[in-house]
DNA sequence: GTAAATTTACCGACTGGTTGGTATAGTAAT
DNA sequence: ATTACTATACCAACCAGTCGGTAAATTTAC
């Protein structure tokens, strides 16, 4: 799974021989196919678990989460930075990449991929909407989180090979700032 | 060359086999590989076409470019979110979907991709540097320029299947009124 | 308690289809 | 004579997926 992971995130999905998944994971193509009844399966699979993986670390990185709900945004904005420096993320998010290149060849792996967008978005729109709520400024939470969002993937894959990710630092940061503008002032548009 | 960019796009650097290109172009083989030695160069000259097309867009929608440097950098995030509607755009931004998957297997494809987003990122941060010179603001232009690149591409990869990319132009727009608050207040970090 | 039966987990050679690229002979225009 | 192709055939490499086989673990039968 681990071998998948990597794999699909730095070769692509067409290009990622499952006989070099085999070789790296020491497992032979058997083995592989009895667990999984097709590369589409593999791949979906690998999808889920990054973003478990990326859910268990933005965990972690936001430790013990203030009560106030803008406090907990700005804690979150702090994580989502840590976790840009994390090795998960050094080479790029798998989410993104699946999402970007199957959809026309793979359905199903870019559904995956999709659905834990989805999710990961609606997390920040439900952190977003509830730190607006608190601080009693109106604004359209969705399209805050799509921007969000974007900046992590867009500077993920302006950042494709430097492991450090400083586009996508700055992108966050920028987006971060803006919503502390936004959401202290009810300067919002 | 349209069909080549058409199918990079839609299905990924390895999918698009060069047969379909020929068929969807109606050409041969010989006449295509009379033009170009390889499929890496094929997909380096549809990188490049792409990128000139932007250009030549973004240059339409601009239409007189104001004197005020500012005014031309508002001005400019309007034409980028009319390009974000362009057909051109409908389907995604080729210099993304190859700089993100070519990388590890074809290094020249990659190459020309991030040589043309190095390019656009030059043209926006002398753009936003020129803003916040004449506000008497100082600012990290390139850090900016990377935000603003990252909403367009990370909308674009988030809008993968969705023609009027709405998440596009919701972080687009967004970030273009933190420029705003940033540039005409001075109150950037 | 143990032998037999069955299931689980895995191996690795093989297959059939696909793909980038080549080769050749010919054509029509400049 | 050169340029810009068409049409057809072909090839070696690659790759997802298959299949027959096997060894250990687990369950069943007695």
Redesign the pocket.
């Known amino acids: 799974m681990e071998a998948a992971q990597r794999l699909l995130l730095e070769r692509g999905y067409e290009a990622?021989?499952?006989?070099d998944v085999c070789a790296t994971a020491q497992?032979?193509?058997?083995?592989l196919?009895?667990?999984f009844e097709?590369?589409?399966r593999l791949a979906a699979a690998a999808i889920e678990r990054f973003y478990g993986q990326l859910v268990d670390k933005g965990r972690d990185a936001m430790g013990a989460a203030p009560a106030d709900p803008a406090q907990r945004l700005w804690r979150y904005l702090d994580a989502v930075v840590t976790l840009l420096g994390d090795p998960l993320l050094s080479r790029g998010c798998l989410l993104g990449a699946m999402a970007l290149q199957t959809p026309k060849t793979h359905p199903a792996v870019a559904a995956a991929a999709q659905t834990a967008l989805r999710e990961w978005r609606a997390i920040l729109t439900e952190l977003i909407a509830a730190a607006a709520r608190h601080r009693g400024v109106s604004v359209d939470a969705g399209q805050l989180a799509d921007g969000l969002l974007a900046a992590i993937e867009g500077g993920l894959l302006l950042d494709r090979d430097k492991p450090t990710n400083p586009a996508a630092v700055a992108a966050v940061t920028h987006f971060g700032h803006y919503l502390r503008l936004t959401l202290t002032q009810g300067a919002a548009r």
Chains 1, 2 share one sequence.
């Open positions: 990622a021989a499952l006989d497992v032979t193509k058997g083995g196919f009895y667990h097709s590369k589409e």
